[in-house]
């Protein structure tokens, strides 16, 4: 069972954590709370998401939140499946349908693991009219 992360003593650090989970944006929050300039809220904020406290307290209310509107990943994905896979009655556009595809596929990764498309080749130089040489080959 996971522990709840309480509100945070420094007042400061928890309207922080209030402020962040509204759009996920740590310079916004931190400028909203410390009235600085862009560029020190942007590594201060940074910073202060790195504390153990601050992460368990922002973990903590982005679940509640997430409870509060019922919206899980499990969810979505199973509206992206329905979307990409819905029959053909069903009227859903093929633009639809891909869409829904690269979002299943993007979350599953299968965009970015193991795709060899993304690896850069080492170049091979190939000599006609001579045997090729494999790394065993001594001479």
């Known amino acids: 069972m996971t522990k709840k992360a309480a ?3 420094n007042d400061r650090h928890e309207r922080f954590c209030q402020e962040y989970v509204i759009d996920l944006n740590a310079t916004r929050a931190y400028r909203k709370v410390y ?3 862009k560029d020190n809220a942007r ?3 940074s910073r202060l998401l790195k504390k153990e406290d601050v992460a368990k307290r922002v973990k903590c209310l ?3 939140a997430n409870t509060k509107t019922e919206l899980t990943a499990k969810k979505v994905l199973e509206a992206y499946e329905e979307i990409a896979f819905a029959p053909k009655k069903a009227r859903v556009s093929a633009k639809d349908r891909l ?3 690269d979002s299943l596929g993007k979350h599953l990764g299968i965009f970015e693991k193991d ?3 993304g690896r850069p080749m080492a170049p091979q130089i190939i000599v006609f009219g ?3 040489k494999s790394d065993d080959d001594t001479n």
């Open 35 to 37: 009235k600085c300039s």
């Open 7 to 9: 509100k945070l003593k």
């Open 62 to 64: 982005l679940s509640k």
């Open 130 to 132: 001579t045997p090729a």
């Open 99 to 101: 869409r829904a595809l």
């Open 115 to 117: 795709n060899e498309q």
């Open 43 to 45: 590594k201060a904020g």
